[in-house]
């Protein structure tokens, strides 16, 4: 049952952030405003569902899985790491949320970087 409250739920989110990429795209943007925009409502979106977590943790396991990690998943997984960093705040593990949100940016950007220039030297020869 587990399995498909995160399919039907990252279902919904993958459809949501289409169409929300889609509401906000404009041609003529420079910078991923669409991206930037889904990503901080994720987060405000997270932050809304888990503080209702806390407060009625009998729906816990369930709305989180459907919500969370299926909704919030498919939409952006953008709101787990912010929701994962808030917590290492909330827990007063402050030089651990900053380590963790710098370096799944940096890394994350070159790793992207390694595999594309990875793929793209192969596909040349």
């Not at 990252?10 to 952030?17: E, H, V």
């Not at 925009?37 to 977590?53: D, L, M, R």
């Not at 806390?54 to 396991?61: A, D, E, G, R, S």
Request: net charge positive; aromatic share 18%; charged share 5%.
């Amino acid at each position: 049952m587990n399995w498909i409250l995160v399919a039907m739920g990252g279902g919904i989110g993958a459809c949501l952030r289409y169409g929300a990429g889609l509401w906000l795209f404009k041609p003529s943007m420079s910078f991923p405003w669409p991206t930037w925009w889904i990503n901080i409502v994720g987060c405000f979106a997270a932050g809304i569902f888990f503080a209702f977590s806390q407060k009625f943790p009998v729906l816990q396991q369930e709305a989180r899985l459907f919500l969370m990690v299926g909704i919030l998943g498919g939409f952006t997984t953008f709101s787990s790491f912010g929701l994962e960093t808030f917590q290492l705040f909330r827990q007063g593990q402050t030089v651990l949320a900053l380590s963790y949100a710098l370096l799944s940016l940096v890394v994350g950007v070159i790793v992207l970087g390694i595999g594309f220039y990875l793929l793209d030297s192969v596909l040349k020869h």
